[in-house]
């Protein structure tokens, strides 16, 4: 079944609940600061792992001790829909276990 577009308004509703997360360029995005190299390379295996059981990939960047994301729906033409609002809390449920802020 396709995905729906959220409204600009159910977007800011829901970015209410996930702290940290905003709308860049027509993407949610977030940017975790980790304790070492080491913990943020961590950090980007998990969320690969998540992201494969959801079937849901954002673009996932490693710098030195920071995570990026960045995630919109392809199939439903580059807008933001509930999968990505799905993985960004998802997400949030695991970073603090690897000390991200
Ligand atoms: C075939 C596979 O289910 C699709 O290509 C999935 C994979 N991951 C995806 N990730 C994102 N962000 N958007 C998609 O539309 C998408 N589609």
Do not use: C
């Not at 950090?43 to 030195?64: I, M």
């Not at 920071?66 to 729906?73: F, P, R």
Request: glycine residues 8%; charged residues 20%; hydrophobic residues 40%.
């Amino acid at each position: 079944m396709p995905v729906e577009p959220l409204s600009p308004q159910e977007i800011d509703e829901r970015l209410t609940e996930l702290p940290g997360w905003s709308l860049e360029d027509g993407r949610l995005t977030r940017i975790y600061r980790l304790g070492s190299h080491f913990a943020a390379t961590a950090l980007v295996v998990h969320v690969a792992q998540v992201q494969e059981e959801l079937d849901h990939h954002s673009d996932l960047t490693l710098g030195y001790n920071t995570v990026s994301l960045a995630v919109h729906t392809h199939s439903a033409g580059g807008a933001v829909t509930a999968k990505d609002v799905e993985l960004a809390r998802r997400v949030e449920d695991l970073a603090a276990g690897h000390g991200a802020h």
